[in-house]
């Protein structure tokens, strides 16, 4: 036999190699088989804003998923393996948010991605994970279309929602301020959305809309909107104004003093965007997940370990936007546990439908993964600024706490079309 | 039908905070030739010196510290609205040093380093003021809100414009009646010119600069109080500011000032009636003007006109 000659061994030996290259391959072929090895580690993709305008809430939101992951390692990992993670800036923009997402995916190899404060950026990045079956948590952003048509069943949706906190304001908000309102919303997805479940709401409740603003992104200057409400005398305002536009926002109107009268309603209002300012901008009723003095177990443990991990942050008390970032990895690393594997198929079942005990979320009442629409149903707050606070960053005062159930958005449980199982990717991380 | 004339008043005073925005730039395109993207970021500076001066949280804890908190907050502002510029016309000053290489070449260096500059000036602001929102706080007697014909109108908001328009009226009369004014002028003009006859052109490029970073500086003291002050508030302001000099011909004093009053006019009067376009209405403004006098409104004729 020459010496040039192909052996079977080695050619059995070559189809082999070849078989194992080729189920590696893909990247992102059904069923592709990752290197699963105990020494590898699980790396989670971090989706944060780091400019733009959502830049600030996505500092703490970004804080709060590697204070989750440093705690997970610290046990250990999860499943034996050390869990990192990757952090790109998706520059609150959608556009971004999609070339992150794929590179992510594609270059970073990033089995899970994890974060969002704008709605769109977070539908971009959703669209790209389903398209590889990655599962994806959107921990901040509160747009209804979130986990209504805009759902995939790789992503799960952590933050409450505008029909969630319009549904603990609204209704008693007619019975005290009256029925006519005036709508200021933000022209975007989450604006629109936040607006539509506040418009449904008054009409279901006999109130009307005297006037919708439309405020465009990245206004920085409300008077024509301020002298409009004035010249309307609407008896309330609920504003969906997001980001460093409700920062500009709340500042006009508490230079004008009319923050007392009309009654203002704001959907949600992060901690970040008023967190050390004067507490007279922090004017009318707003709704939150969290706050960083609730009288509840585990509340004051998890406020030391903020600021035991982050001693130089000039935000001293944690906020919504960290809250729901570090309780989306953990839920997320849980979930893997459960499964006991990586598998994206097992973690999302073992995510979906998911109860999560108060104590667990540091909540009033108990929270569920919606396996409708895969978003936590959770405590909702209701909040106004504090005037007798107990402590320089006791800025809120808690006035309501609705639960999961009385709040809970069946427009988007209507709306939600989650892709079947099959024709989702498979893959393990 | 709503009432008009609150919305023209509106206008009228947004327009003159614009003005205050433009006219840095503006100088800074007419003599320069450079479009400096890091005028937003010169704004943020000048802005966030003044909020140090009015908080003095640099000396927070420190006897020193203490006794500055007890200067009134009056006094503390006025120091701030001329150490915030003059920090920023000295940052101005360090970013011309760095542009002089690429004089005589393509315009795209020039722009492209004003970007990278503004990009480390952010970020600087991030690693030393933070990232979070702050607040300039303002004197009682130019805060609060007062009544006008029945609507509440901010008094801050009339004090920024009465100031942006004293600050309009001395930069034409440095620029119109002193020597040095003179020069600029010239240089705007004929830079080879003011050359030939024995000027240091470099030092006027730098001095140059330095003022227009200064007015960007003042412009940011007194907008942060209405817009917010954050790391990127420059941002904000870069594209507004630039699109009234190309409305108003580049390099023209009063063409900025006009272009920036009907910039601002029609920000206000879209706001009452369709505030959706309101941000749309500059880009519209822009098409219309540039449509009809394509050198803007007072811009000098181009060689190709004559």
């Not at chain 2, 602001?125 to 300039?136: A, M, P, S």
């Amino acid at each position: 036999m020459s010496r040039n000659t192909v052996s079977r061994r080695s050619l059995l030996g070559a189809a082999g190699a070849a078989s194992a290259v080729s189920l590696f391959a893909g990247p992102w072929q059904h069923n592709r088989v990752w290197a699963q090895g105990a020494a590898k580690p699980l790396r989670i993709g971090i989706t944060a804003d780091a400019s733009g305008m959502y830049a600030n809430s996505g500092a703490s939101d970004k804080r709060g998923m590697a204070m989750a992951i440093a705690e997970a390692n610290e046990r250990g990992g999860v499943l034996g393996r050390k869990v990192e993670f990757v952090h790109i800036d998706t520059e609150t923009t959608a556009a971004t948010g999609s070339r992150v997402a794929e590179r992510m995916i594609s270059r970073e190899q990033c089995g899970f991605l994890v974060g969002a404060v704008h709605s769109g950026v977070a539908n971009a990045i959703s669209q790209v994970a389903q398209k590889y079956g990655i599962v994806y948590i959107n921990t901040n952003s509160s747009s209804p279309t979130e986990a209504g048509q805009n759902c995939h069943r790789v992503k799960f949706v952590f933050d409450g929602n505008g029909t969630n906190f319009a549904k603990a304001a609204v209704k008693s908000a007619i019975e005290r301020f009256g029925p006519d309102w005036m709508l200021l919303t933000n022209d975007y997805v989450w604006g629109h959305d936040t607006a539509a479940a506040t418009k449904a709401l008054l009409k279901e409740y006999g109130g009307k809309v005297m006037e919708e603003v439309m405020i465009p992104q990245g206004t920085r200057d409300f008077t024509s909107a301020l002298l409009k409400v004035q010249q309307r005398k609407p008896g309330v305002v609920s504003a969906a104004i997001g980001g460093d536009d409700q920062k500009a926002m709340r500042q006009q109107v508490a230079q004008l003093k009319m923050g007392d009268k009309p009654a203002w309603i704001n959907s949600q209002q992060d901690w970040d965007d008023v967190y050390g300012l004067p507490i007279e901008t922090l004017f009318g009723v707003f709704g939150t997940t969290w706050y960083y003095r609730l009288d509840l177990p585990g509340v004051a443990d998890f406020v030391k370990r903020y600021q035991t991990m982050y001693p130089e942050t000039a935000m001293r008390s944690p906020g919504n936007v960290f809250y729901n970032g570090y309780m989306a990895i953990r839920e997320l690393l849980g979930a893997v546990e459960r499964a006991g594997t990586t598998n994206n198929i097992a973690v999302i079942k073992a995510l979906e439908g998911h109860r999560i005990s108060a104590r667990d979320r540091m909540q009033h009442f108990d929270a569920t993964i919606d396996a409708e629409t895969h978003q936590v149903q959770q405590t909702i707050y209701l909040a106004t600024a504090n005037k007798a606070p107990k402590e320089k960053d006791d800025i809120f005062e808690v006035l309501s706490q609705a639960k999961a159930e009385d709040v809970r958005d069946t427009d988007s449980a209507r709306l939600c079309k989650l892709e079947a199982y099959d024709k989702t990717p498979t893959f393990d991380a | 039908m709503i009432d008009l004339l609150p919305h023209i008043i509106n206008g009228l005073t947004l327009g003159l905070l614009f003005a205050l925005i433009a006219l840095g730039f503006t100088l800074i395109v007419g003599v320069m030739e450079v479009i400096n993207l890091a005028h937003g970021s010169l704004f943020a500076i000048g802005a966030y010196f003044a909020l140090t001066v009015i908080a003095g949280s640099w000396f927070a804890g420190t006897p020193f510290g203490a006794w500055w908190l007890s200067l009134p907050l009056g006094l503390r502002y006025v120091l701030a609205l001329a150490i915030g510029p003059a920090l920023a016309g000295l940052a101005g000053m360090l970013l011309e040093l760095c542009l002089r290489p690429t004089y005589g070449k393509p315009p795209l260096y020039g722009l492209l380093l004003t970007f990278g500059a503004a990009l480390v000036i952010e970020e600087l602001i991030r690693l030393i003021w933070g990232t979070g929102e702050q607040n300039l706080a303002l004197p009682q007697a130019i805060n609060g809100a007062f009544l006008l014909n029945g609507m509440i109108f901010s008094t801050y908001r009339f004090f920024a414009a009465g100031f942006s328009i004293a600050a309009i009226i001395a930069v034409w009369l440095f620029l119109e009646r002193t020597s040095a004014g003179a020069v600029i002028k010239a240089g705007a003009h004929d830079s080879e010119m003011v050359r030939a006859l024995g000027y240091d052109l470099a030092r006027l490029r730098l001095v140059v600069f330095g003022f227009g970073a200064a007015l960007a500086g003042l412009a940011g003291v007194v907008m942060v109080p209405i817009w917010g002050l954050r790391p990127h508030v420059g941002v904000d302001i870069v594209i507004p500011a630039f699109l009234i000099i190309v409305i108003g011909g580049v390099g023209s004093f009063w063409g900025a000032v006009i272009a920036a009053l009907l910039v601002g006019l029609a920000i206000g009067i879209t706001g009452a009636y369709a505030a959706a376009w309101s941000t749309m209405s500059m880009y519209l403004l822009l098409i219309a003007i540039l449509g009809f006098r394509s050198r803007g409104l007072l811009g000098r004729k181009s060689a190709l006109e004559h």
